[in-house]
């Protein structure tokens, strides 16, 4: 068996040897990280690789590829776990801190379900976190609760259509996932699209409890600020919060037209439920500009995609409205 956990950096120094040394302190000790840098000018790469020459178990892995952006940077990073012939993959992000029983607890949930099923089935773990500050002090004790999301057991394509509730530094696939899940086209986040292929095609495993100590520092790609702060931007910036999420709702149609296109190429080597994909190609060709309002809002509520958040019924209106990616 072979676990690669998967980390991109972009100039993390200032954070990453906390991260790094979380990683090293793992109870399960099986592990090889492999680190890709995205163009860091504020020495990560030397913070690298002197983590390297202490742990033969950490390298600096360089495609000359330079700089990539998250999503693609970790697209990178899969494909590379793949070609090297990883049975397991972890996402880890350079400002957090893991608990130490994380891939433990992890790899126990996946192989488990793997023993139980098909040794070729499509697996993601993923778990909840606890949002802290930049001096580790905790913020809230559940991501989820912070941001209104949850975990869907059951159908949860439907939600993942519309809104991901995965957060990539939880995350633990198996080489099944990986295979249908590279190359990772262009989307609008790696973890998004992960946690599509794996709903579409295998399974969605979850624990609850907290693996990760998610660092909020003002500087995070995404970040955790919480779903009341959200919502409070949008009363006080309703003209900003409303071309935001036109935006990002003809980013999640493409992703999704992505999806389809992939489950059409997976149909003839792993077993693709064919009305999956006709669910994620309903969808997105209604979201299409072609489609007529009236049309495209009858389409989507009976597809019964919609996100989980208090303004959940502004989606439908939307949804109705139309959107294009210039806003």
Same mark, same amino acid.
């Given at each position: 068996?072979?676990?690669?956990? %998967?980390?991109? +950096? ?36 030397? %913070? /690298? ?36 012939? !990883?049975?397991?993959?972890? *996402? ?14 992890? *790899?126990? %949930?996946? #192989? ?9 089935? @499509?697996? =993601? ?5 606890? &949002? ?29 259509? &519309? #809104? ?46 907290? +693996?990760?100590?998610?660092? #909020?520092?003002?500087?995070?790609? %995404? ?6 702060? =959200?919502?409070?931007? !949008? &009363? ?35 077993? /693709?439920?064919?009305? +999956? +994909? ?26 019964? &995609? ?6 959940? @019924?502004?989606?439908? *209106?939307?949804? *109705? ?7």
């Amino acid at each position: 068996m072979r676990l690669l956990v %998967l980390l991109s +950096t972009y100039n993390g120094a200032r954070y990453l040897a906390e991260q790094i040394e979380s990683i090293r302190g793992q109870i399960w000790t099986g592990w090889e990280l492999v680190v890709r840098d995205d163009g860091s000018t504020d020495g990560t790469i030397e %913070l /690298v690789e002197e983590f390297a020459r202490r742990d033969r178990r950490i390298r600096l892995w360089r495609d000359g590829r330079g700089n990539l952006g998250p999503a693609a940077s970790f697209g990178a990073l899969l494909e590379h776990a793949w070609a090297g012939g !990883a049975t397991y993959a972890a *996402l880890a992000d350079q400002d957090d801190v893991w608990m130490p029983d994380k891939l433990q607890r992890e *790899l126990a %949930l996946l #192989q488990a379900h793997e023993a139980a099923g098909e040794p070729d089935h @499509p697996l =993601l773990v993923h778990t909840d976190l606890t &949002v802290v500050d930049d001096r580790l002090r905790t913020l809230h004790p559940s991501f989820l609760r912070h941001q209104r999301l949850e975990h869907v057991r059951t159908d949860p394509l439907r939600r993942l259509l &519309v #809104q991901n509730f995965v957060t990539g530094c939880t995350v633990v696939v198996n080489r099944a996932l990986l295979r249908a899940a590279i190359p990772v086209p262009p989307v609008v986040m790696h973890d998004w699209w992960l946690a599509q292929c794996a709903a579409a095609l295998g399974t969605i495993l979850f624990l609850p409890e907290p +693996t990760v100590r998610y660092r #909020q520092h003002g500087g995070n790609a %995404l970040g955790g600020r919480g779903a009341l702060r =959200l919502y409070a931007d !949008a &009363v006080r910036r309703p003209a900003e919060w409303w071309v935001r999420g036109r935006r990002g709702l003809a980013a999640g149609k493409d992703q999704a037209s992505e999806l389809a296109r992939r489950l059409e190429v997976l149909a003839g080597m792993v077993p /693709v439920d064919p009305r +999956t +994909t006709d669910l994620v190609r309903r969808y997105a060709a209604a979201l299409d500009g072609s489609v007529g309002p009236l049309r495209r809002l009858r389409e989507i509520r009976r597809l019964r &995609v919609r996100p989980r958040s208090l303004f959940s @019924p502004l989606f439908y *209106l939307r949804v *109705l409205a139309g959107f294009s990616k210039a806003g």
